[in-house]
């Protein structure tokens, strides 16, 4: 059984910052094998994809609306994946997910797992 647990999402002013994480767990889950990815799903709106990162953290990419703002890392030794927000719009309210997948990374893979979500709504 994999779980993959959010936190850290809340309300913020536009202009301020979160920073989410993402502690994965599981018997015969390792973390280091995974690439991970951070999506999220406004209301009304498909689930998109936000940011990704492979599997030892040497490569990251951004959707467009996320790039200069966002920030995605992990630690590999803790089994967590962060995304620092900064500079958050009201368009950046949402559930954010994150996600495990087994065979690559980035926006077109296939994710195997995914977390609960964890809210950030974003007041102007």
């Known amino acids: 059984q994999v779980q993959l647990v959010e936190s850290g999402g809340g309300l913020v002013q536009a202009g301020g910052s979160l920073r989410l994480s993402c502690v994965a767990s599981g018997r015969t889950f390792s973390f280091s094998y995974y690439g991970m990815g951070w999506f999220r799903q406004a209301p009304g709106k498909e689930r998109e994809f936000v940011a990704a990162i492979n599997r030892n953290g040497g490569y990251t990419t951004y959707a467009d609306s996320a790039k200069g703002r966002f920030t995605i890392s992990r630690d590999n030794a803790k089994n967590t994946v962060y995304l620092q927000m900064n500079s958050l719009k009201p368009e950046d309210t949402a559930v954010y997910y994150c996600?495990?997948?087994?065979?690559?990374w980035g926006v077109g893979s296939r994710y195997d797992y995914w977390g609960q979500g964890t809210q950030v709504t974003v007041s102007s």
């Open positions: 996600a495990a997948c087994a065979t690559g």
